[in-house]
Structures are given as structure tokens and as C-alpha cells.
């Protein structure tokens, strides 16, 4: 990932430094388990923990002869260390050590993305709760519908990004297991003890079975996960790059002193920082196809996840972090313009309480055919003449036989739209 769309936390999880200190980390744990168990001579372990280091540029030349990273990791550590040397790494293969330090991984992203979910949840919950009862427009299709509230819109997303963060704990769980189970995942040369051993002393659980990897759908349901989490921040920066258009304007994304919004154009602000995310969420949801495609695997093993995953595991983890971090700074910062909320509202002349008197006719003995010709033909007059709704209305006799003008007050009534808002936000405990 590049590192303008990286920040340090993920970036260090994701180092090759952090990478072969994970693997030292399990080799450790692997000599530990079996010395407990008597397989190797006691005292080992202390010796292995005391000389074992290795160098990142060391392990790159290494590897230009053996072709094998983790031949050329192990071999790296053991030219540093006596006798003992020949126990690292016994009993077991590449994979028990690769893929239960990619457990370890994976597991600190997803501690990162949790926290950054939750960060998200409180600026969001912060705009919800300022906005609760602010009015504005609804719209579908782009098009102006009913009232709502610029904090139920928010609601809306909090209890979106409630979800995400469920997912994400699941599939954390998902990931945090390893496996020592040597080359095929028989237990040829290493017990089951010895894994359970391993994985307790790594605070991962061991794999109920496992062949020479762990198998990829739990990889997969990760990689999905931040998929869907990247959806759901497209979903929110597309909502407000639309709300930012010059036509609506009832948000605007920061502007910082000294920023340029275009090289042609001085009066320009746009919305670039949404739309980074909106361009990064496409990224990451390609890397749910590879993800998918390695659980499948040739027999016992093949080598077609392993290339995939050095891109997808640091730059999906990177990517999702990145655009919650960002999502949560521009909420945070959001300048919400409530004036023209109030102007767009109001743009339709009272059309956007259309549903409210078909259902007062109906309420009057009307059918609902009849009733939505006549709110609809009233409607038309808006849009053909320049009246307002509520002037169409009262100079219909058909309207003027059934609402009064009390009716029609109560059909054009806002706060009638806007009178759940306080039970919506008791269920989201906002």
C-alpha cells in the first residue's frame, strides 16, 4: 500500500520487521512446547531466546540462494545462535509457522479496526445527537420525497456501522487460530499437545484440523469483512459528496487554510477527501475476489494463496483503516449547513406532504384511486403554475368537500413527520 494511504499503526503491523518477528515469536513458542514436552533438552529454549535475532537485509540475501523465505529466516537466526540452533524449527513446517504468525497478524489489525470502528460510532453518535432534530429533505432516486432529520440520517448510519463492528468481531475470532500440525497437518512429527501448547502460549486456538494451512475460508470471511466496512464508508462519502453538490450544499468536507481546491479553478472546494474513500472502497472490494479464490486448494496444499495474500492481508487492512480513520476526522469536521436544509425543504411548496393528505381523503371516505389522483393532480399545478400545494388544495372542490382547514393544517404539519425521532434514537441508545 502506498504511504499516502497508510497510516503508521497498520504500516508497522504490516513491516517486514513485524512479519519475521512474528515468525520468531512462534518458533520460540514451538521450542518452548517442545521442550515441555520433553522432545528437545531442557534449557534450550532460554539459549534460543537469548541469541535468536535476526536482520531483514540478511534474510534478502539469504533468500536470493534458497528461493525460500522462511528456509532463509531460519537459517538466518540459527547463524547467530550455538548447538542449540539445530532446534529451531524442529519438527515442523514452514506453514505452522507462516500461517499461525499470520493469525497473530491479522489478529492486531483487526484489534486496530475494531478501535477505529468505534472512534467512528462516536462522531457519528456526536452528529446524530447535535442534529437529532434538525429538518431536512429526504430524497429517492436524487429526488426530494419526505421530511426527515439530518440526525436520524446519521442514526441511520450509526446502526450501520453497529453491524460492521459485530462483523468485524467475528471475524477476528474467525482468524486467531493456528496450527502445528507439521507437514500435511498428520501430527507426523509433532503432537497435538505440543500445538495446543503453541497456540495457548500465543493467546490463539489451536485449528480443529487443519491440512499443511489453515484452511482459507477464515481468511476469506476476514478480507469480506473489511470489504463489507468499506461499502458502508463508500455508502456514507457518497452521501456526503452528493450533499456537498453546489446545487444542494447542505454539507461541506473541511477546508484547511492554504488549500488549493482545483489548479484552474480558485472558487473551487470539493469534496476530495470523501471521494478518496469512496475510490479506495473499490480496491479493497477487488481483494475479496483473490481472497475467496484461495480457499480453494489443491489436495493437501498448494502455493496459490501465498502470493495473493503478501498484497491483499496489508493492503486491505491498510486501505480499511485509512478510510475509517479518515471517514471519522471529516465527521468530526463536517461544517452542516442547516439554512439550506430548511431552503430545500421548502424548495417543493409543501409537496413533500402529498402521502400525508392521500391518507387524510382516504381517512374521509375516499377510495386510495381517487384519493391519489386528487393529491396528485394538485401536484401537477405546483410544478405547471407555480402554486403552492396547500393553495391548490383549498381551491379543489373535491378537497374542499372532505378536509377543512384544520385538515389541511394537520396534513402540512412538520413535526407530524418528525414525531418518532426520540423512539428511533431510545432503540440505537444514541
Known sequence: MLDRYSLPQMRAIW????KFQSWLDVEIAVCEAQEHFGNIPKGTTEKIKAGAKFCVERIDEIEKETAHDLIAFVKCVTENLGEEGRYVHYGVTSY?????????RLRQAADLIIEDLNKLLEAIAKLAREHKMTPMIGRTHGVQAEPITFGFKMAVWYSEVQRDLVRMQAAREAISYGKISGAVGIFGNIGPDQEEYVCNLLGLKPAPVSTQIIQRDR???FITT?????????????????????????????FLPGQRGSSAMPHKRNPWRFETICGLARVVRSNAIPAMESIVSWHERDLTNSAAERIIFPDTCQAVDFMLHSLARLLGRLEVNVDNMKRNLEMMGQLVFSEHVLLALIQKGMTREEGYK??????????????????????????????SAKDLDECFDLEHHLRNVDKIFERLGI
Open 219 to 221: 481468511h476469506a470471511q
Open 226 to 254: 473489511l470489504a463489507m466496512i468499506a461499502s458502508s464508508c463508500e455508502n456514507f462519502a457518497t452521501e456526503m459528496r452528493n450533499l456537498q453538490r453546489t446545487e444542494i450544499l447542505e454539507v461541506q468536507e473541511m
Open 96 to 104: 505452522d509457522i507462516e500461517d499461525t504468525a499470520t493469525a497473530l
Open 15 to 18: 513491516s517486514e520487521e513485524n
Open 374 to 403: 386528487i393529491a396528485q393532480r394538485n401536484a401537477a399545478k405546483c410544478w405547471d403554475e407555480g402554486i403552492s400545494f396547500r393553495q391548490a388544495l383549498e381551491k379543489d372542490p373535491d378537497v374542499q368537500q372532505r378536509l
